[in-house]
């Protein structure tokens, strides 16, 4: 079994960060470990407390897990600081992964901000040359990019922006759009006028309140798939249809923005 490390934040309410991440782990197929970066107090509608976990003991997190363990693949989720950032960064160029998937946390399902301002120039600097698949939704793509994303269009100039800075492939995410969730890969091969070859794959939208951690579990799923040696477009194709049906088969929980189902292959919705 294939063997995949979240480096993330935790969320009490089992919806989204690590927790997420780990039971999309589980669904599709590896074997999955945890760095915990900051342990958020939230539920389904709201953030209460951001407490960030000390930079030494997320990267002795790290090493416990490398020096033991072969990792086939890397997810990053909420990382919280510059400091953080730059650790994690550092780590990984001294064990090289065979790959990483980098899901940029900013914001909460609840809207409530999960970084510090200053945290995306560090990315873009530290992480973004690392990157082997950058998985942004239009906000966080918006703040990556400096650019208004108001269509699909506008996807491909804010594309051309965040792939010049190193990301060897980027997914943005359009559920944030109206109608059908279409999102957009992004590829480092050049077709003859220069453009990143793209493709593009539409989603039903599925009319449910139970949003929470789609973007962790999304990016999680997508580094199983590729843990598990599927292709790029392939491993976004099936993760996306994988989604689709999690947040088709979720169920209450909370009072607000509930968790998706991510063991809905293995029982029905409650």
């Known amino acids: 079994m294939k063997k995949c490390l979240s480096i993330a934040g935790s969320d009490c309410s089992g919806g989204a960060g690590i927790q997420a991440d780990l039971k999309s782990f589980s669904a ?3 074997f999955g470990m945890s760095v915990i970066t900051s342990v958020v107090a939230e539920n389904t509608s709201r953030v209460i407390s951001v407490f960030n976990v000390p930079t030494d003991e997320i990267e002795k997190q790290i ?5 033991d363990i072969e ?12 400091e953080i950032i730059s650790a994690v960064a550092d780590k990984l160029r001294e064990y090289k992964p065979p790959f990483i998937v980098c899901d940029p946390v900013m914001v909460a399902t609840s809207g409530d901000a999960l970084s510090d301002g200053d945290t995306v120039g560090v990315l873009k600097e530290r992480l973004f040359p690392i990157t082997d698949l950058l ?6 793509a918006e703040a990556i990019s400096g650019i208004k994303i108001n269509r699909t269009t506008d996807f491909d100039k804010a594309a051309k922006v965040i792939m010049d800075m190193g990301v060897k492939n980027l997914l943005i995410k359009g559920g944030h759009s109206s109608g059908d969730c279409i999102d957009i890969l992004y590829t480092s091969e050049k077709d003859n006028d ?4 793209s493709y593009s794959f539409s989603g039903r939208r599925v009319d449910s309140p139970n949003t929470h951690g789609t973007g962790c579990t999304l990016s999680s799923a997508i580094t199983a ?5 599927a292709d790029m477009k392939t491993a976004v194709e099936n993760a996306k249809q994988y989604i689709t049906c999690a947040i088709e088969n979720s169920f209450m929980v909370g009072k607000g923005h509930g968790p998706v189902n991510h063991f809905y292959k293995f029982y029905n919705s409650l």
């Open 28 to 30: 599709n197929g590896v």
């Open 63 to 67: 090493d416990a897990v490398f020096e």
């Open 71 to 82: 990792v086939d693949g890397v997810k990053l989720g909420m990382l919280p600081t510059a």
């Open 135 to 140: 998985t942004p939704n239009i906000p966080e």
């Open 194 to 197: 220069g453009n990143y070859i």
């Open 225 to 229: 798939e590729l843990a598990n040696g």
